[in-house]
């Protein structure tokens, strides 16, 4: 019995993949205690860390007093530049003119001329130019600036050779006169004011009222420099400032100078800080320098982590003022920071801990003996490890990826340990239930899809973020050419070939209401009715269901419809009037020339010019008849001779009452007077009845239309017909949307913006164009251009 509890736990041992995860860690605690011994060198690099840190240290409080130096230097240079700027600008005389070499360039910018006689690289060091915009008045206050500062030529020289960190040397004014050195080219700076400057806007009275000498923040220099500071003091004369001097020092020198001129590894760097994080210069956070002017304004607290490591680190900088810091965890880093004098600034070295320590010195024989049989020991455990534990689990692993990619064909379970056969078994009939579930899914997936792709027009569904998921196969013809639909683009990017969502789309009222909704959107000057279904889980929407029908045609003929009624009714109308007016007009015209033969033997002339007056106006009445019956006997899609002229004048005759209503004159002049198409009638009809009556409605009251037509090309191929009124005309930024459907400018709410819409279509359809302009205040231009033939060849041919 005994032996067989041995024998049991044997095996139990061998097959049992948690003891042998016990013995493993057994030794690994064994090893862990062996390395203990490394405590010597852990000794050592405390020792090593202590005298870097103190070294750091030392390399921060230097720099930081060499900067200190330097600003201090600038301030005082700057202030007394100033002072002699106020005295020579005293002294100037206004009354004077100014020297040949001041003249102005083709942006009526005053600038000094370059001496072409001097040597250019001496010229330039040497001498300065100005800028002032013309638009301003020289009088004798600013000619005393301009000649007094130019005498100052020769201590901004001096400045420019004593200091070599500075960039610029300028003296600038509230009138825009701005003299820099050295000297650069006229065309670099525009007509702006230098008072917009930050160099001025930070000495001005509000910001410096005790007309301190001050340090702007960095900003992006006009002249190209990249990042400058300046240091800027007011020109003060008679207790008013009139100006201020500025020098200015490159932030890129100020790097290369005092920044970057040591070596500290490959992740050691300096930067510098203002007391409230406000970034002087740091290598990680200098954005680009784009936009002249631009004020550095990143403080390194709005992009660090709130309550992280580092921004800890970084507070403990700027109220400590001096001293070391570090943050990291195991790879630790290490800030060395001092103060500089004279600013609220503190300069900080950052750098990784592994990077300024030295490595342990404590190499002895045993050690060596220790790491041999460590590294013998190491790789016999890991030996054991790969062949009892790594090379199952890899095929565990192989196995599960080949499920992953859809091939269950593999059904041979693992024998090594008993939890890893149960485990290969559990895998293995993982497998065959999701091969069949798979299966399931493929079958109902191609069902679905053969569904999705028969349904015509438009089916998509569309994510969240409105990316499409997935379209049917008309959807990918009409709008993606049969191309693979790509990944990452938003519907309306595709659809619509828009950067924002369309205009009357309620895909997101779908998401919101969680219910489907309905729109109509215009797309390319089609109308498409939409319906968005979402689509719930849990009460969650995951999607929605886009199904979209193009209605253009239906919507085209139902107005087409609409107008052929209203047109049929007026001929109708016109056709009853006539035939009413037919039989008094008979009576009347035979009683006339009853009267005329009775008085033929008379002498009664007054009684003769009445009876030629009643024939005339029985002329005119028979005509007008004549044209209600015509304008009423023109049928739909019968294509004929039309004489546009007379078409035209029994669509005003039809209009007259309006016209007359509005008192808006029609003037016509049609060269040659008779203008003849091929087409067909009914079209043409509503295309001139709907133009005219929209000129009518622009014009409101009192105002004109001018009718004019004429045949553009030889052979008579083409008729241009023109009807401009003198309405209130359209705004341009609209005059591309006039012929979408349903845009509109009727702010009462009876137009439904589909009217010159469907005009535009009604031209296309007879091969033709029309053309707009509009000036907002004068009027609006309509011009059809067509074909003489609207079947081809000429008018004289039809």
């Not at 008192?663 to 060269?671: C, L, P, R």
Request: aromatic share 10%.
């Amino acid at each position: 019995m005994i032996c067989g509890k041995i024998k049991s736990f044997n095996f139990h041992w061998r097959k049992s993949l948690v003891l042998q995860i016990l013995i493993v860690f057994i030794l690994f605690n064994i090893i862990s205690i062996v390395l203990f011994t490394f405590y010597v060198v852990k000794n050592e690099e405390i020792v090593l860390k202590e005298n870097a840190e103190e070294g750091l240290l030392i390399i921060a409080q230097e720099k930081a007093q060499l900067i200190s130096y330097m600003m201090n230097q600038v301030e005082n240079e700057t202030k007394n530049l100033a002072e002699w700027a106020a005295e020579y600008i005293t002294q100037a005389d206004g009354t004077a003119e100014l020297s040949e070499h001041y003249v102005f360039n083709e942006m009526d910018i005053l600038y000094r001329e370059m001496d072409r006689y001097a040597d250019r690289q001496t010229f330039i060091n040497n001498t300065s130019n100005i800028y002032f915009p013309a638009k301003t008045k020289i009088n004798e206050s600013v000619k005393k600036e301009i000649i007094g500062t130019e005498m100052l030529d020769r201590k901004m020289s001096q400045l420019l050779n004593e200091i070599p960190h500075l960039q610029w040397v300028s003296i600038a004014n509230g009138s825009g006169l701005l003299r820099t050195m050295p000297y650069m080219s006229e065309n670099i700076l525009g007509p702006e004011k230098q008072d917009q400057g930050p160099f001025y806007v930070i000495a001005n009275m509000e910001n410096n009222p005790n007309r301190n000498t001050v340090w702007t923040m960095p900003y992006v220099d006009y002249f190209g420099a990249g990042w400058v500071m300046s240091c800027t003091s007011p020109i003060d004369i008679d207790g008013k400032m009139v100006g201020v001097v500025v020098l200015d020092v490159s932030i890129k020198t100020l790097q290369e100078e005092f920044l970057g001129d040591f070596r500290l590894g490959n992740t050691g760097f300096a930067f510098i800080l203002g007391d409230s994080g406000d970034i002087i210069y740091h290598p990680k956070y200098m954005p680009e320098d784009d936009h002249k002017w631009d004020l550095l304004m990143t403080n390194i607290f709005t992009d660090t982590r709130p309550g992280s490591e580092y921004e800890k680190a970084i507070r403990h900088m700027l109220s400590e003022k001096m001293g070391l810091t570090t943050y990291g965890g195991i790879d630790n880093n290490t800030m060395a920071y001092a103060p500089i004098k004279g600013q609220p600034w503190v300069l900080g070295i950052e750098i990784n801990e592994n990077d300024y320590i030295g490595q342990s010195n404590f190499k002895t024989l045993n050690l060596i003996y220790f790491l041999v049989v460590l590294l013998v020991l190491l790789i016999l455990i890991t030996l054991f490890l790969y062949y009892q534990y790594s090379k199952p689990f890899s095929n565990l692993i192989n196995h599960a990826k080949k499920i992953e990619q859809g091939d269950f064909s593999i059904n041979q379970p693992i024998c090594n340990y008993a939890e890893m056969e149960e485990l290969s078994k559990a895998l293995n009939s993982m497998s065959t239930k999701i091969n069949n579930f798979t299966s399931s899914l493929i079958k109902k997936n191609n069902e679905i899809k053969s569904i999705f792709d028969s349904i015509m027009g438009l089916l998509m569904i569309i994510s969240p973020n409105y990316e499409i998921i997935m379209i049917n196969n008309q959807g990918l013809k009409q709008f993606l050419n049969n191309t693979p639909l790509p990944t990452g683009k938003k519907c309306y990017e595709l659809i619509g070939h828009s950067s924002t969502v369309c205009k009357g789309c309620k895909i997101k009222d779908a998401f919101l209401q969680k219910k489907p909704t309905y729109s109509q959107v215009v797309l390319d000057n089609d109308i498409y009715n939409n319906s968005y279904s979402p689509i719930i889980n849990n009460n969650k929407v995951d999607g929605v269901v886009v199904y979209s029908q193009n209605i253009t045609e239906k919507v085209m003929m139902e107005k087409e419809i609409l107008q052929s009624e209203k047109m049929a009714g007026i001929g109708l109308l016109s056709s009853a009037i006539a035939h009413e007016l037919k039989n008094p007009l008979a009576i009347i015209k035979g009683a006339a020339y009853f009267i005329r033969e009775q008085t033929r033997c008379k002498e009664d002339m007054v009684l003769k010019e009445n009876v030629v007056v009643i024939d005339q106006a029985i002329g005119v009445a028979e005509k007008t008849v004549c044209n209600f019956l015509d304008f009423a006997s023109t049928k739909r899609d019968n294509y004929m001779k039309i004489n546009v002229t007379k078409l035209i004048d029994q669509i005003l005759l039809l209009s007259r009452s309006e016209f007359i209503r509005r008192n808006i004159e029609i003037k016509v002049d049609f060269q040659p007077s008779q203008l003849y198409y091929y087409g067909e009638a009914e079209l043409l009809k509503n295309i001139f009845f709907n133009l005219l009556s929209n000129s009518a409605i622009a014009i409101g009251l009192n105002g004109q239309i001018t009718i004019m037509g004429r045949y553009i090309e030889e052979g008579c191929n083409q008729l241009e017909v023109s009807i401009k009124d003198n309405g209130a005309g359209i705004d341009e930024d609209i005059l591309d949307k006039v012929f979408k459907p349903f845009f509109t400018t009727d702010s009462t709410g009876t137009g439904t913006g589909l009217g010159l819409w469907i005009t535009k279509k009604m031209v296309e359809r007879l091969s033709g164009k029309i053309i707009l302009k509009s000036q907002k205040g004068i009027g609006t231009e309509f011009i059809i251009v067509l074909p003489t033939s609207s079947k081809g060849g000429s008018i004289d041919e039809a």
